[in-house]
């Protein structure tokens, strides 16, 4: 039994999260040591000459393969050259290990720069040349490790070029969230601060005169006693301004990220927003989600220059409106569409697509206001 290490902090697998693509290349792995076994098996007929050394080759190459994507990337050209080294020391008496030599190379795509793979690929069509004119291996084997090589390395060069954008993206819209929520809360902090130190300072002072004059002259008394009345009702009303604002962070918070996200994509982002709006906290979190979704889809998918997110009430209801100047053709259930109307359904709110090829993508987002009401029933 191999036991599969934890992965390391700087190890390939920290950017191939994805469970499809990690159960594919299992699958391609068990398919490929039946076919070790099986192919010169029914070629060869059963023989310790070539089945003794295949069997120990297992082993060693699932634990190569293994710390290919556990251990630190560092190590990852050492595996990868050892799953080659391993193919061509089986070649000789088992013809089919040319495909570990393949698996080797490619797995040097994995790595940071990708002259290795193709000074890996140069090496590997090379000795192959050496092992036919020494083992009479077919010549058309340093085609077949060549054009491989390139094909399968070149799309898991793409892929993991692809993995490490997505994550890099997610890290730093990760920290600009964390920056935008500490900034808003020193702004709140500094509001609280400089409006209730203030007036609970002079709701003091007069709360103070109040009772002094409360014996010696009772209408002044009763006179500062108003004052203080209105000067708390005046805070009260301030504070829940300043909760609202605090309420309201979560979406301007994405906004940030999404400009700073699209900015750094070269696709220039406009705002248009309310004077003030107060949302349900479930509300916006759902709003700020589909607003994320919706600028993620036209980062990776619309090829614009410019979007725009038009924010806006009438009475009780809300909108978002979200256009893009890019390619269109926005499937109806496609790219996290699904997933945002289920989150507007949730809510009671509606969303619509208008999504023309070649000529930009509109999403029309409504939220009545029996929705919000029913919300803070609830």
Same mark, same amino acid.
């Given at each position: 039994?191999?036991?599969?290490?934890?992965?390391?902090?700087?190890?390939?697998?920290?950017?191939?999260? #994805?469970?499809?693509?990690?159960?594919?290349?299992?699958?391609?792995? /068990?398919?490929?040591?039946?076919?070790?076994?099986?192919?010169?098996?029914? /070629?060869?007929? @059963?023989?310790?000459?070539?089945?003794?050394?295949?069997? &120990? =080759?297992?082993?060693?190459?699932?634990?190569?393969?293994? #710390?290919?994507?556990?251990?630190?990337? =560092?190590?990852?050209?050492?595996?990868?050259?050892?799953?080659?080294?391993?193919?061509?020391?089986?070649?000789?008496?088992?013809?089919?290990?040319?495909?570990?030599? !393949? &698996?080797?190379?490619?797995?040097?795509?994995?790595?940071?720069?990708?002259? !290795?793979?193709?000074?890996?690929?140069?090496?590997?069509?090379? !000795?192959?040349?050496?092992?036919?004119?020494?083992?009479?291996?077919?010549?058309?084997?340093?085609?077949?490790? @060549?054009?491989?090589?390139?094909?399968?390395?070149?799309?898991? @060069?793409?892929?993991?070029?692809?993995?490490?954008?997505?994550?890099?993206?997610?890290?730093?819209?990760?920290?600009?969230?964390?920056?935008?929520?500490? %900034?808003?809360?020193?702004?709140?902090?500094?509001?609280?601060?400089?409006?209730?130190?203030?007036?609970? #300072?002079?709701?003091?002072?007069?709360?103070?005169?109040?009772?002094?004059? %409360?014996?010696? $002259?009772?209408?002044?008394?009763?006179?500062?006693?108003?004052?203080?009345?209105?000067?708390?009702?005046? +805070?009260?009303?301030?504070?829940?301004?300043?909760? +609202?604002?605090?309420?309201?962070?979560?979406?301007?918070?994405?906004?940030?990220?999404?400009?700073?996200?699209?900015?750094? =994509?070269?696709? %220039?982002?406009?705002?248009?927003?309310? $004077?003030? @709006?107060?949302?349900?906290?479930?509300?916006? %979190?759902?709003?700020?989600?589909?607003?994320?979704?919706?600028?993620?889809?036209?980062?990776?998918? =619309?090829?614009?220059?410019?979007?725009?997110? !038009?924010?806006?009430?009438?009475?009780?209801?809300?909108?978002?409106?979200?256009?893009?100047?890019?390619?269109?053709?926005?499937?109806?259930?496609?790219?996290?569409? #699904?997933?945002?109307?289920?989150?507007?359904?949730?809510?009671?709110?509606?969303?619509? &697509?208008?999504?023309?090829?070649?000529?930009?993508?509109?999403?029309?987002? $409504?939220?009545?206001?029996?929705?919000?009401?029913?919300?803070?029933?609830?």
């Amino acid at each position: 039994m191999i036991r599969v290490p934890p992965p390391h902090r700087d190890s390939l697998l920290g950017g191939l999260r #994805s469970p499809v693509y990690l159960r594919w290349q299992g699958g391609v792995q /068990v398919f490929w040591l039946v076919a070790l076994i099986q192919a010169p098996l029914a /070629v060869k007929g @059963f023989d310790w000459d070539w089945m003794a050394p295949t069997l &120990i =080759s297992i082993p060693v190459y699932l634990v190569c393969y293994v #710390s290919v994507y556990v251990a630190p990337l =560092s190590r990852l050209p050492f595996n990868a050259a050892m799953i080659t080294l391993l193919g061509f020391t089986l070649w000789p008496v088992n013809p089919v290990s040319v495909g570990y030599v !393949v &698996i080797g190379v490619t797995l040097l795509a994995y790595a940071r720069r990708a002259r !290795v793979w193709l000074l890996g690929t140069l090496v590997a069509t090379v !000795v192959t040349q050496v092992w036919v004119m020494l083992f009479h291996v077919p010549q058309v084997h340093v085609l077949v490790v @060549f054009g491989v090589s390139l094909a399968a390395g070149f799309s898991n @060069f793409l892929y993991v070029r692809g993995a490490r954008r997505d994550a890099e993206l997610r890290l730093s819209q990760a920290e600009v969230r964390r920056l935008a929520t500490l %900034a808003e809360r020193e702004r709140i902090g500094r509001d609280l601060h400089d409006l209730l130190g203030h007036t609970l #300072s002079l709701i003091t002072l007069k709360s103070e005169l109040a009772r002094r004059l %409360a014996l010696a $002259d009772p209408a002044r008394a009763q006179q500062e006693m108003e004052e203080v009345e209105r000067v708390a009702r005046h +805070t009260l009303a301030e504070v829940r301004s300043a909760v +609202t604002g605090l309420r309201a962070g979560d979406l301007a918070s994405e906004l940030v990220s999404a400009r700073l996200m699209l900015e750094a =994509s070269g696709i %220039a982002l406009h705002t248009e927003l309310p $004077d003030g @709006f107060d949302l349900p906290q479930a509300t916006e %979190a759902t709003l700020s989600l589909v607003l994320r979704e919706a600028v993620t889809n036209i980062h990776r998918h =619309s090829r614009a220059t410019e979007a725009h997110v !038009v924010i806006s009430r009438k009475g009780q209801d809300f909108a978002m409106r979200i256009t893009d100047n890019g390619c269109g053709g926005l499937a109806a259930h496609g790219n996290g569409v #699904s997933g945002m109307r289920e989150r507007m359904r949730q809510i009671g709110g509606r969303l619509a &697509i208008d999504s023309p090829p070649k000529q930009g993508t509109v999403l029309s987002i $409504d939220v009545p206001g029996h929705a919000g009401r029913m919300e803070r029933i609830a």
